[in-house]
Every structure is written in structure tokens, then in C-alpha cells.
């Protein structure tokens, strides 16, 4: 091995987990902050510690297991979970010479990173042998399955003017207007999936309460940790993803291309975060059925307008 | 910077173990589980048997119909691609795909595949 | 156990507390999601800390021990008592020895007892609580069967402690696994100190039975229980009536507020609530209306409308339930004071879950504006004229047999099931019914 692709292979891990690290944090504390500013009880600057404060309690506490789980499964959901987080990062593209995975088909790597990610959150509901969690898991894969497809066709339709699946061509390609503006339906369908899959807000149907926490309701101590830092990181690669697709990635004036990229990913964050906290959980059974006769049509829609945009 | 495939996995790797040393580190020192400790939580409640089951989903008719979009994903891809060399003419395949898994979608809506009770 | 810096910022971190509701508790604790200090969680895998508010005799003492068992170390157990009641281990013979906390009457300043029991425990101050069960699996299992882990044949025996689930027919032709289970009574929805016996298919209720677990007489806790009980013996300002009703509507809309995972809006309708219970000040009926402009935007009413319908026509005579189904049976109007004070009945349609929602906001802001104008003029209410409890008349409270609300509901998803019984607000009998008091 070169001593190029030695350094390659640390600095890889190093940077995706830099940034997960601190989106992850950062989605921690635009929750406390939004809790706090929907509830009323103001907005104050130990917000920013809530986090570690509530990380470093889980860490503390004891982690129970349940009678007979599959305990290789519930341990290997949230690896799993966060290495999809991981690998979806990496094709994300931060300057114009710069992503940690230059990948021809960035889109495909999405796809799968999507799928996987359903099976995942499953088998964390799964893996317990335990009535509410079991539920929540396969209540979970119908929504996952449905925002699944509508995703791919919304990303495909943001491949068609860059000619390419890479992401990096994607970017190039919105060079002189973004996606959310060339074609309006994208971004919000994108927020809608990116929620879906990432099951956060309404679509909260994996770890929703009226099942006591979901897959998460066995979850405690680092199992919790573990989760809760794998949902995060998923979040934050969701943003990442939907400010190169849709926002422009590191288009933009006078500041560097990566300072744009995280400027855009927080702000994204920022509305999903948000949307958490003000609106109710959906029914699963009237969300699929939603999603099949309404926002796939749309996606066709947004599909052939991004063409007929495409074409010269 | 890798830029191949290889990178994407080493960085799923690392992920994977970060949180596994993140558990291990934690559970160090944990009292074992204790029987009453290990009962599923059922709001203060009791179930006779396992949670594992022979788990009826109801969207079973839909997962049908997801399977057949999956195979016009796997068209599209490529398709993206090209796209814009072919000019209209694979505009108008691609709709004329789409039309016809719609009317799929259309038939299994009638049909109560998306109904779960 | 040496306190290491992890320790002293978990010690800071907002309290998990894992409420538990017994007998006479009514819908009390939600209101302590409006302290910053704690957070009330769904599961007490979450919780360091177990709140059992209320009176736990009769099946509630072994769910206690159950969810009391189930917190993970380290973990304590705080008692909400009624003032005056008997002691904790006076109903629950065997209750747990170990030395727990107790906050007497709803006066008790419950936050900082909970607060001081977290950071107690994570300073290592406070052993932390053993278990109240006996340390062996539901079934004896090591050993037995075919490979020792307790199993016969395919789906036989008791593999790891249990048997495995077996199969039933169902509507769509299929025979799958049927699960029963008994759900409840500490679960975000179902009705107070209630156990649901359901019979699942994948997540539809195949069967549901509710069976109420208070015993009767059960000392009153919750002071809107207390107060509508005082009114039905003596005379009672209208002005802290109203407040009452104000304070449990309010708290009705938390708990679905919370059902529905808007866990910042359940804070928020909970210090609504105890700005309500707080005094003569109270709290202004816009902000109650401006709940209601966030109720509207949160989608909420959309994704429960058509939820919860009962067939043919409504089973509710009276309280809200009816109310919200379009029926005008409301017993303030036949009494004199109410009607100087210019009572006008609120009303919606539809009897959905939807409309439940909508009622108990909408009577929860005419009951503060109702208080307000009592108070001014000093209005009293006199036991001799009807009483309308938050439930419905007394002294019959209105309700329907649970089991009219448990047939409706078979057939249903569990998440609707759950949204429908948390809009409903039911009460066992044994809340309202008068204790042994001739009419």
C-alpha cells in the first residue's frame, strides 16, 4: 500500500467523523432549543450543554436486555445505522475538488444507503422480543418502503440536468441556478422522504410514543446512546445530501465552497428539526396511502419538468 | 482523497466500530440484568408469550406493487444519464413506463392495497 | 463510588421520570413536564426515577413493582401520596422495603423531591433501589427440552421462559400469529388505573377488554378529583369550579398532545394547566386560544379526524364525550348561578376524536372566562343544584360501560385504538361515583 493510500484511509474516517460528530451535536441542541422555545420555557445558554449533560447520563446508566433477544442484531442496528450515515456523507461533495468519495453513481450509493437503512431501524425494533418495539418496526418499513421510492425518483430528477448520477456533477450543474428553483417540487419532497426514512417529527413512527418510545422503548444506557447518535448522524447526512442536491452545495459568494456546504446543512437541519416539534405524528396506514396517490405523482411530475428543463 | 468505492466503505467500517467502542466503553461495570429487570414493558402489563410471532403486516399488497417501481428504478438509473443525448424521445419512454405502473398503482389503490384494515 | 466528572454532568441533566398513575391520581404528573428541570419520558428504560402518584391497591401493586423493576440502574422510586391516606406499604403488603422518598398532598413541591433524588443517586449519596420481584424467569426453563433451553418440538414447551405465540384466522383470509397481552395501566392514553387486555394481529385489535383496577374508596389525590367531589357535599365558588374543569381539560389535551409525539406542546398545555390551578390570577382564555391556533397548525386535528367514531349514534349521554358528538346535554344550565353568569353550552360535531380534541379546548377557555366572571361577582355553587364534573353529570358521571368503548374499537390499530381512548379521557366509576351517599 502507498503511504498516500495509507493516510487516505485514515483521514477518510477522520473527516466524516468529525463532521457527524459535531451535526450530531448540533442536532442535539436545535431539539433542547426548539423544545424549550415551543414549550415556553425559554431559551436559555445551558441549551448547549443539555446534550453532553443527557449523553453522559446515558452513559452512566446500566444497560438492560430483555429475556431472549437477538442481541448480535440490536447491537449491530445502530453500527449499522451509523456506518449508512457514514458511507452517505461520504459521496457528498464539500468544494469543488474535495469529497471524501468521489463515486461515479453517488445517486446509487443513496439508494442503497436508503434501503439498508430501512432493514436497519427493523432490526433494531426487532431485535428485542418485545411487543411495542416489534410493531413499531413493522409499522415503520410500510412508511420507509413508500418514502423509499419517492426519494429515488426525486434524487433521479436532480440527476437529469448534470447528465451524471455523481454528486459531484450534480453540483457543477447548479452552477447558474439551483435545483430549487429549477425544479420547486424537489426540496419539499425531499424534506418530506428525508423525515420520513430518518423516521423524525411526524413521520416518527419507529420510536413514535403511543408505542412508549418504539424500537427504543428495551433501549437503555449506551444502546440508547448509541441509537440516538446513529439517528442523529443520519439526519445530518440527509441535510448534507439535500444541500448539494437542491441548494446548491458549495456554490456561493465571497466564503469558501465548505463553509456554504455547512451553512446550508445547518439550516436544512434546522427545519427538520423544527417541523419535529410542530407537527403531530401521521397515521401510518393514511401517510402510505398519501405518499402512493399523492407525493409519487408529484414526484413524476417534478421528474418530467426537471426533463423537459433538461432538454436543449 | 480515495476516490474510489473503497473509500465509502472504510469510512462505514469505522463508523461501525466507533460505536461499538462507544458501547463496550459504557457498559463497563454494568450490574447484569436481573430476570424482573428483563421483562418486556408492557406499561406495567403482562404477556404470556415471546413478541416473536408469525407478525401479520398488513401492507403486504403494497410491498407487491413497491417491488415493481424498485425495477423501474433500476431502468432509470442508466437512463438519467443519458437522457439529455436522447432528447425527447426517452422522455416520452420514460412516461409511457410510468403511465403504465401508474395504472398499476390506480388498480391496487381501487383494490384496497393500501387500506390495512 | 468514587464521583467521576461524567457523573456530575449526568447528575445536571434534566431528570428522566417515568410517572406512574394509580387510584385517585386523575391526570396528575403531566404538569411536571412544564418544570425545566425534568422530562417525562414514555419508557422507564429511559428513567432514573419512578414516580407513583396516587393510591396503588387491588392489580395496581404488581404493575408497579413490574415498571418499578424494569428502570435501569441507577434508579429510585418516589411516592405521591394524599394527604392524611395511608402509608405506602399500608396497601401493598410486601411492598418494597427499601427506603423511598414520600411528597404528601398535591401541595408537595413533587419537582425538587425528584430533582433531589436524581442528583442523590448519581452522587452515590443514595444506593440505588433493588428490585421488588423475585429473580427468575416467568417459567422454569434451564434444562428442559429438547436442547435445554426449555422448548418442545416446533413451537412447543417454554423456550428462554415463555411459549411462543400461536396462530389464529383473520379477516383477510390468513391464520398469522395472535398475541395477547395485557397492556397498561402506566401507559400514555389508556383510560386511569385501566388494564387493556388485547388480542393482536400485527398492530390491528382483533379483541380488546378494559378492566378497571382502582379499588374503591381509594383516597383522592388529584385536587380537580377532590374539588368536584367537595361540590357535590358543600357550597363551592363557581369561580374555582371552573378553574378545576379548566385544569383537567387542560390536562386532557397534554396527554394528547404527548400521545401524538408534540412533546413541546404537552409542556406547553401543561403550565397552561397549572397556571390554571395556580389562584385568582390564573391564566388568560387568548392563551388558552392561542393553543388552540397551534393545535390547528400542528396537523393534529387532521390526523385524527374520522378517528375514534362510535357506529350508529353516540352512546354518551352527557360531559364532553357527548358534547363533542353535537349532543346539548350539559347539567350548568340548570343552575341558577351559571345562567346569572350568562352560561352559554359549546357544541361540536362529528364525535370523532377530532371533535373530542376541539371540545375540551374550547370548554377549557369558556371555563377560565366562566371563572374570571364568578369571580367578580362572588357566584357559589350550592350542592342542591346539578354538578357537572369535567366527566360528565354527577352523579352518574354520564360515562358508558367500557365495554361498548372496548366492542367499537375492535378492529382498529393499536395507534388509533390509543388515540380514541386518549380522547375520550375516561374515568373508572370508582372516581366519581358517590362513596355509599344517599341521592
Known amino acids: 500500500m502507498s503511504p498516500a493510500l495509507h493516510a487516505d484511509v485514515w483521514a477518510a474516517p477522520l473527516i466524516v467523523g468529525t463532521v457527524l460528530a459535531v451535526g450530531a451535536y448540533l442536532v442535539a441542541v436545535l431539539d433542547a432549543a426548539a423544545t424549550r422555545v415551543v414549550a415556553g420555557t425559554g431559551l436559555a445558554p445551558d441549551v448547549l450543554i443539555e446534550p453532553l449533560r443527557r449523553a453522559a447520563l446515558l452513559v452512566v446508566q446500566q444497560r438492560v436486555v430483555t429475556e431472549r433477544p437477538d442481541a448480535a442484531s440490536w447491537a449491530l442496528a445502530p453500527a449499522a445505522y451509523a456506518g449508512l450515515a457514514a458511507a452517505g456523507l461520504a459521496v457528498v461533495p464539500w468544494s469543488p475538488s474535495f469529497s471524501v468519495a468521489d463515486v461515479d453513481a453517488g445517486i446509487v450509493v443513496w439508494g442503497t444507503v436508503e434501503s439498508l437503512a430501512v432493514v436497519a431501524v427493523f432490526l433494531h425494533g426487532w431485535s428485542p422480543n418485545s411487543h411495542q418495539p416489534l410493531m413499531a418496526a413493522y409499522r415503520y418499513v410500510a412508511v420507509g418502503l413508500s418514502c423509499l421510492l419517492v426519494s429515488m425518483f426525486v434524487l433521479i430528477a436532480v440527476a437529469l440536468p448534470a447528465e451524471s448520477l455523481a454528486l459531484n456533477a450534480i453540483v457543477d450543474a447548479q452552477a447558474g441556478l439551483w435545483n430549487v428553483v429549477r425544479h420547486p417540487l424537489g426540496l419539499p419532497l425531499f424534506a418530506v422522504v428525508a423525515l420520513g426514512i430518518t423516521f423524525w417529527g411526524p413521520m416518527d413512527l419507529a420510536d413514535g410514543a403511543d408505542l412508549s418510545g418504539g424500537t427504543s422503548a428495551e433501549a437503555s444506557g449506551s444502546q440508547r446512546l448509541a441509537w440516538q447518535g446513529a439517528r442523529a448522524a443520519m439526519l445530518v447526512s440527509f441535510a448534507a445530501l439535500g444541500s448539494a442536491a437542491f441548494l446548491g452545495g458549495w456554490h456561493g459568494p465571497v466564503l469558501p465552497g465548505p463553509v456554504w456546504m455547512a451553512a446550508k446543512t445547518a439550516a436544512l437541519l434546522a427545519l427538520l428539526v423544527a417541523a419535529g416539534h410542530l407537527v403531530a405524528r401521521v397515521r401510518a396506514e393514511r401517510f402510505v396511502t398519501w405518499c402512493w396517490t399523492v407525493l409519487l405523482p408529484l414526484a413524476f411530475l417534478d421528474l418530467v419538468v426537471a426533463g423537459l428543463g433538461a432538454l436543449p | 482523497m480515495l476516490t474510489t468505492l473503497a473509500s465509502a466503505a472504510v469510512v462505514t467500517a469505522a463508523a461501525g466500530l466507533a460505536v461499538a467502542a462507544v458501547r463496550l466503553l459504557a457498559d463497563r461495570g454494568d450490574p447484569a440484568s436481573t430476570w424482573p429487570q428483563r421483562a418486556p414493558f408492557l406499561g406495567g402489563g403482562w404477556s404470556e408469550t415471546h413478541a416473536w410471532n408469525q407478525y401479520h403486516p398488513r401492507y403486504y399488497p403494497m410491498t407487491l406493487v413497491f417491488i415493481a417501481f424498485e425495477m423501474e428504478m433500476m431502468f432509470m438509473y442508466p437512463w438519467a444519464v443519458v437522457f439529455v443525448r436522447q432528447g425527447a424521445k426517452a422522455l416520452a419512454e420514460m412516461g409511457m413506463f410510468l403511465a403504465l405502473l401508474s395504472i398499476g398503482i390506480v388498480y391496487a389503490w381501487r383494490e384496497g392495497a393500501f387500506r390495512w384494515q | ?439
Not at chain 3, 162 to 187: E, H, I, K, N, Y
Not at chain 3, 296 to 310: K, N, P, Q
Open chain 3, 1 to 439: 463510588m468514587a464521583v467521576s466528572a461524567l457523573h456530575r454532568l449526568a447528575a445536571a441533566a434534566p431528570v428522566p421520570v417515568f410517572v406512574a398513575r394509580g387510584a385517585g391520581a386523575g391526570l396528575l404528573g403531566g404538569e411536571l413536564a412544564a418544570d425545566r428541570r425534568l422530562r417525562l419520558v414514555a419508557s422507564p428504560r429511559q428513567a432514573t426515577v419512578v414516580l407513583a402518584a396516587g393510591h396503588f391497591g387491588g392489580g395496581l401493586g404488581p404493575a408497579l413493582d413490574r415498571v418499578h423493576d424494569q428502570l435501569p440502574h441507577p434508579r429510585a422510586l418516589v411516592w405521591w401520596r394524599a394527604a392524611g391516606g395511608p402509608e405506602p406499604g399500608d396497601d401493598r403488603p410486601g411492598a418494597l422495603d427499601h427506603p423511598a422518598a414520600v411528597v404528601h398532598g398535591p401541595g408537595g413541591d413533587v419537582a425538587q423531591v425528584l430533582v433531589d433524588t436524581h442528583r442523590r443517586l448519581l452522587a452515590g449519596d443514595q444506593a440505588t433501589a433493588p428490585d421488588a420481584g423475585a429473580d427468575e424467569p416467568p417459567h422454569p426453563f434451564e434444562g428442559r427440552g429438547d436442547h435445554g433451553q426449555g422448548g418442545e418440538g416446533m413451537m412447543g414447551g417454554v423456550p428462554f421462559g415463555r411459549p411462543m405465540a400461536m396462530t389464529g384466522d383473520d379477516r383477510d383470509g390468513l391464520a398469522l400469529g395472535q398475541v395477547s397481552a395485557d397492556l397498561g395501566p402506566f401507559l400514555v392514553g389508556l383510560p386511569a388505573a385501566t388494564v387493556a387486555r388485547v388480542t393482536f394481529q400485527g398492530e390491528v385489535v382483533q379483541a380488546l377488554e378494559l378492566r378497571p383496577q382502582a379499588v374503591p374508596e381509594a383516597p383522592v389525590l388529584d385536587p380537580v378529583l377532590a374539588r368536584f367531589d367537595e361540590a357535590r357535599h358543600r357550597p363551592v365558588p363557581v369561580a374555582e369550579l371552573e378553574r378545576a374543569r379548566a385544569r383537567h381539560h387542560l390536562r386532557a389535551v397534554a396527554e394528547c398532545f404527548r400521545l401524538a409525539g408534540l412533546w413541546a406542546l404537552a409542556a406547553r398545555a401543561a403550565s397552561l394547566a397549572r397556571g390554571a390551578g395556580a389562584g385568582v390570577a390564573g391564566v388568560d382564555p387568548a392563551a388558552v386560544a392561542a393553543l388552540g391556533r397551534r393545535l390547528r397548525a400542528s396537523a393534529l386535528l387532521a390526523s385524527w379526524s374520522g378517528v375514534g367514531t362510535f357506529p350508529g349514534r353516540s352512546p354518551f349521554t352527557g360531559g364532553a364525550n357527548a358534547r363533542a358528538a353535537g349532543l346539548a346535554a350539559d347539567a350548568r344550565r340548570g343552575d341558577p348561578a351559571y345562567r346569572a353568569l350568562g352560561f352559554a353550552m359549546v357544541v361540536q360535531h362529528g364525535g370523532d376524536a377530532r371533535a373530542r380534541l376541539v371540545q375540551r379546548l374550547a370548554e377549557a377557555r369558556h371555563a377560565l372566562e366562566l371563572a374570571s366572571r364568578a369571580a367578580d361577582v362572588g357566584a357559589v355553587h350550592h350542592p342542591d343544584h346539578p354538578l357537572e364534573t369535567p366527566w360528565g353529570p354527577a352523579p352518574d358521571g354520564g360515562s358508558v360501560a367500557l365495554e361498548v368503548v372496548a366492542a367499537a374499537l375492535a378492529g382498529a390499530d393499536w395507534s388509533d385504538a390509543l388515540a380514541t381512548l386518549c380522547s375520550l379521557d375516561l374515568v373508572p366509576d370508582a372516581a366519581v361515583a358517590p362513596a355509599g351517599a344517599a341521592p
